[in-house]
């Protein structure tokens, strides 16, 4: 089995945490719920997707 295989699309992927990151609430893990981290991740990414549309609109 090789130690290194070229995964197909990987940076899209790898680019995601960046853009999570700059979310301040999800910069540290404040949340006891495992349900409150998902919904934070589900309304940044909501954020961030109407961001890009709203550039590549104008």
């Known amino acids: 089995m090789p130690l290194f ?3 197909p699309r990987r940076w899209v ?3 995601t945490f ?3 990151g700059r979310c301040r609430r ?3 893990d404040y949340k006891y719920l ?3 981290s998902e919904n934070v991740i589900y309304l940044t ?3 961030l997707l109407m ?3 709203a ?3 104008r």
């Open 5 to 7: 295989a070229v995964v």
């Open 13 to 15: 992927a790898e680019r």
């Open 18 to 20: 960046p853009w999570l």
């Open 26 to 28: 999800l910069s540290k």
């Open 34 to 36: 495992c349900g409150c």
């Open 45 to 47: 990414m909501a954020m």
């Open 51 to 53: 961001r890009h549309l």
């Open 55 to 57: 550039k590549s609109a």
